[in-house]
């Protein structure tokens, strides 16, 4: 919206004076907030941050040594999750927006479930979690398979892995229906006019048109699914492990949940602080980049789009 | 027509239509040749399914039947999240071993407990009498959600005002990104920086007895809700029709009197939806509150003392607890009690964004 056109010529009224300060600090208190969150972590964290503590095992009862099994354990996690959740989203939101009827029941279920599932709390996806994946499915794996030994049926990789996948559902499904939405309908009344079938065009000529879109909606559900804790506390996470998790059904180290052993279980917190810091440093670079290459590829698609529909 | 084949041959070099000009390459897959000599006059309005002498082939449409199935997950993922927490606080109403230790009317009522001088709502399920009173739980949630909301909500709104209403493009092309990285810092981190840096801080300045408390925990708290509120808000104030502004312009009005008198008014389904999808957030997160917060379940008012919520009750302690058994089931039936308000919650907000859209879309 342009305001140059609006503007009255004379002076500003003091009341736009009052409203544009107070509205103006509360915009520059946010961005302070965030300053200060960021130059905190950077500073106390960068000394720290090496070479070794990206590649080393913990030790010292977690006051020496790195990170290592964590990132990778987080870089599994997210892995095995996007797996699970793009295709089951890109699904929905091609269902959502190129099969259903705006108005029909179904339709509007499935809205209110995409909706909802987006405000659900982690932790009760954390129960979610441990009462279905775990115990129902993988107890009932462990009774079929493995005459009841434990071997699926307690809190392992594969089980986070799909909890997080139910949770960063619906931020796949947004994105992926925006992206539908932006592709033009010229390109569609083409596709059919040469013939293609609804599936074809589909196919062939919206979903390559939507991969940045879809790419987006992928990267904020992996920063999502690498920042959350909740979820995996009673699904997988483990403080320390001696060694990587080598089978789905290990568990695992996650970065989030190592800043929080760390901030609230270390019994010396001045030794595990600079350690703490790096690690916080670790996961905030790796959710920022996430979220900026989320930020680049959208706004490119943005200009492509703008630019081929003239 | 034939469109049947899925990986069809490539005509090589059609002579270029200049209306497909700008179409993708995918769109020459579709064998055309048919089409094209029969093409008649009213082609767009007519599916082009109408045209096809065949079914679609099986894969085609066993895909279509796969993304149909898939569609649901969302349904299926809501309706299995309610059955399985609810499935595991059943016991709770029809247990009687589990009656024995707690009951849903000792949950919510006031009990005499041996030991205590007068009746008294207590949470402390792990002594030698388990106690189970909900209460400095519930109390202690919306003390920590109402100092978010609090903090979150003007600041939000007066964000959203600065950036849709005042701030020129440059201005934007910043404060958004920001907000957007602000909504990107995982929860942990928030918890983590409450921990260390602010509880330290809130300590120093107004010197509270407990380092941990509402207050600490609910400013944080604020730092998750503000890019929830501020994201809504803002897209609400800018689809206020310009018809609108300029309309109040031409009455006279200052830019102050059209915000505050024109287009809040009009955006006020939205802004109160902002409100509903924050108050959601606040209520259900975990990890903020359960790291500043100081997890002491007391019933008092008091922002500087230490509080125990709903979600970080369960998170601390579903990790000790015996499988089925009393604690275990009570820590379900708070997580059904978070599920059914969140969802009512994010239920009226979202109902509130489609009649604000419904309205925009009319009045533009």
């Not at chain 2, 199935?69 to 309610?82: D, E, F, G, N, P």
């Not at chain 2, 969140?342 to 309205?359: E, H, P, S, V, Y």
Request: proline share 6%.
């Amino acid at each position: 919206m342009s305001r140059s056109s609006l503007r009255p010529s004379r002076w500003p009224h003091v009341g736009d004076v009052v409203l544009w300060l107070a509205t103006g600090l509360a915009t520059l208190l946010v961005l302070v907030i965030l300053a200060v969150i960021l130059i905190d972590v950077i500073r106390n964290g960068v000394p720290r941050l090496t070479l070794g503590f990206l590649t080393k095992s913990p030790t010292d009862g977690m006051t020496a040594g790195g990170i290592f099994p964590a990132i990778f354990g987080t870089v599994a996690l997210v892995i095995l999750m996007t797996i699970a959740a793009l295709p089951a989203g890109v699904a929905t939101a091609i269902y959502l927006h190129e099969y259903a009827r705006p108005t029909a029941f179904a339709t509007r279920i499935v809205r209110i479930a995409v909706n909802n599932l987006a405000g659900v709390p982690s932790i009760v996806f954390g129960l979610f979690g441990l009462g279905f994946f775990v115990q129902f499915v993988g107890g009932g794996m462990d009774k079929l398979f493995y005459d009841g030994d434990k071997v699926f049926g307690q809190p392992a990789l594969i089980w986070a892995a799909l909890t997080m996948a139910v949770l960063t559902l619906p931020v796949v499904i947004v994105a992926t229906e925006e992206a539908l939405s932006n592709v033009s309908p010229d390109v569609r009344l083409a596709s059919a006019a040469l013939g293609a079938t609804k599936f074809q065009t589909i196919a062939r000529v919206v979903l390559p048109q939507a991969v940045p879109g879809i790419m987006t909606g992928a990267i904020l559900a992996i920063s999502r699914g690498a920042g959350e804790v909740a979820p995996i506390l009673f699904t997988g996470a483990a403080y320390f492990l001696p060694t990587l998790p080598h089978s789905l059904h290990d568990q695992f180290m996650q970065l989030g949940y190592h800043v929080y052993v760390l901030a609230t279980q270390s019994p010396d917190v001045d030794a595990t602080r600079p350690l703490l810091y790096a690690t916080v440093l670790v996961l905030l670079v790796l959710t920022f980049a996430l979220n900026a290459s989320a930020i680049v590829v959208r706004s490119r698609m943005r200009r492509h789009l703008s630019r081929s529909h003239g | 027509m034939n469109g049947n084949n899925l990986e069809p041959v490539r005509l090589p070099n059609r002579a270029p239509r200049p209306t497909l000009a700008s179409a993708p390459s995918g769109v020459d897959t579709a064998s055309t040749s048919s089409v094209s000599a029969e093409r008649p006059e009213t082609m767009p309005s007519q599916s082009p399914r109408r045209l096809a002498s065949r079914r679609p082939p099986l894969v085609e449409r066993t895909t279509e039947l796969a993304i149909r199935v898939l569609a649901y997950s969302a349904v299926a993922a809501m309706v299995l999240i309610l059955i399985f927490i609810a499935k595991e606080a059943w016991p709770l109403l029809t247990s009687a071993t589990i009656h024995r230790e707690v009951t849903l009317a000792k949950m919510w009522f006031i009990q005499q407990w041996p030991g205590y001088d007068a009746p008294e709502h207590i949470w402390q399920p792990v002594s030698e009498i388990p106690k189970y009173g909900v209460w400095p739980l519930i109390v202690g949630t919306t003390k920590v959600t109402l100092i978010a909301m609090l903090v979150a909500v003007p600041l939000a709104i007066s964000a959203a005002v600065f950036v849709s209403q005042y701030a020129g493009h440059r201005t934007r092309e910043i404060v958004k990104p920001a907000i957007e990285f602000l909504a990107g810092i995982p929860s942990v981190v928030l918890g983590f920086f409450a921990l260390m840096v602010m509880a330290s801080w809130f300590q120093d300045t107004f010197g509270f007895d407990s380092r941990l408390n509402a207050l600490v925990a609910g400013v944080a708290l604020s730092f998750a809700v503000i890019p929830v509120v501020f994201t809504v808000c803002e897209e609400a104030l800018g689809a206020v029709p310009r018809s609108y502004v300029e309309a109040s312009a031409a009455l006279g009005a200052a830019r102050w009197q059209t915000i505050t008198r024109v287009v809040l008014p009009a955006a006020a389904p939205g802004i109160a939806a902002s409100i509903a999808l924050g108050l959601g957030r606040a209520f259900g997160e975990t990890m903020i509150v359960l790291m500043a917060s100081g997890n002491a379940a007391l019933l008092s008012a008091n922002p500087a003392e230490s509080v125990r919520t709903l979600s970080a009750t369960i998170a601390a302690e579903l990790a000790e607890v015996v499988f089925g058994g009393p604690h275990y089931t009570v820590l379900f039936a708070l997580a059904v009690l978070l599920f059914v308000v969140t969802f009512g919650i994010n239920f009226i907000g979202d109902q509130a964004i489609a009649r604000m859209k419904r309205r925009m879309g009319v009045a533009s």
